[in-house]
């Protein structure tokens, strides 16, 4: 949305021709389109903000991250290797396995896949409760410079009026993740209470095979346990990591213009900044022109 085209648009309202749904899609797709070059530029440039303070908190998290992602990917890659190895192992015994011992190990690959994913939702509520958390103890600590030190007025009563009702829908939020939380912790149980079962199971069979089976379904099992972890570990580390990406993308593009620090940050990409800049207009004209401004 450029302004010739919001003044065609307003000159087309004039006569009575209105597009609000049109104009709130549009803003609606732009945003995403913000969202993502926000992550984009913040992941290209996060190296370059060190000097910016508004970003130090980011920046800093960036570092413990990465080196800690560059670890969890080393094991991840030992651990493959290490499974590769006792699969193949397995497979070699397997021409002499029963087929419910082959069930079992079906099984027991099934529940780990299973609850490797429930685990990676339960990194994804933790993550998203942490955020809410933060932006409910920001927004107290502004209840209380509102409170004690501005003198009562007609605008300041609505702002405290306003921070009150997102703290109550912040604290709402926090509990139903909460409960989230409870509920996934509650099948990650309820699967690693099969997964034991079938352990048990195992255990039984391997009185029989112990010489011949045994360590290559221990290195599985414990490798397959070990990764599921780590994917776990890693997937919640690249959700955090995606989150401070766009905190400094969407810092930087605002204040490129402003901000030395900032353009020298973003020199080498301020076509995308420009970008960017000119969907945050385009958006702030389609609300406008819907209405919603």
């Known amino acids: ?68 992602r560059t670890i969890i990917r080393d094991n991840l890659a030992a651990c493959r290797e290490k499974l590769d190895l006792a699969h193949e192992e397995r497979a070699h015994l397997l021409n002499n396995t029963p087929d419910s011992y082959q069930a079992l190990v079906d099984e027991r690959t099934a529940l780990l896949t299973e609850v490797s994913q429930i685990s990676i939702q339960r990194d994804q509520i933790v993550a998203a409760a942490r955020e809410v958390r ?45 409960q989230e939380r409870i ?38 099992g414990d490798g397959n346990r070990e990764y599921a972890q780590l994917r776990a570990e890693s997937a919640a580390m690249d959700i955090r990591m995606r989150q401070l990406f766009a905190e400094i993308g969407r810092y930087v593009s605002r204040h490129a213009q402003q901000d030395p620090a900032c353009a020298s ?9 420009d970008v960017m800049r000119a969907l945050r207009r385009s958006i702030a ?3 406008r022109l819907a209405g919603t401004a």
């Open 134 to 178: 933060r932006a409910y103890v920001g927004l107290k600590m502004k209840l209380e410079v509102l409170t004690k030190e501005f003198s009562p007025s007609p605008a300041n009563t609505e702002e405290i009026h306003k921070v009150k009702t997102r703290l109550l829908d912040l604290r709402h939020r926090f509990n139903e993740l909460k």
């Open 1 to 68: 949305m450029t302004s010739t085209r919001y003044f065609i648009a307003r000159i087309g309202q004039a006569f009575g021709y209105f597009r609000k749904a049109e104009r709130m899609g549009n803003a609606a797709s732009e945003m995403h389109l913000l969202r993502e070059a926000e992550v984009q530029l913040g992941a290209m440039i996060w190296e370059n903000v060190e000097g910016i303070e508004p970003l130090s908190i980011e920046y800093w998290n960036l570092r413990k991250l990465v080196k800690e």
């Open 183 to 220: 509920v996934v912790g509650t099948a990650i149980e309820e699967i690693d209470g099969k997964i034991d079962l079938v352990d048990a199971k195992f255990d039984d069979h391997k009185q029989d095979r112990r010489v011949h089976a045994s360590n290559a379904f221990l290195e599985i």
């Open 285 to 287: 004209l389609n609300h």
């Open 265 to 273: 940050a973003t020199a080498a990409y301020r076509g995308l900044v």
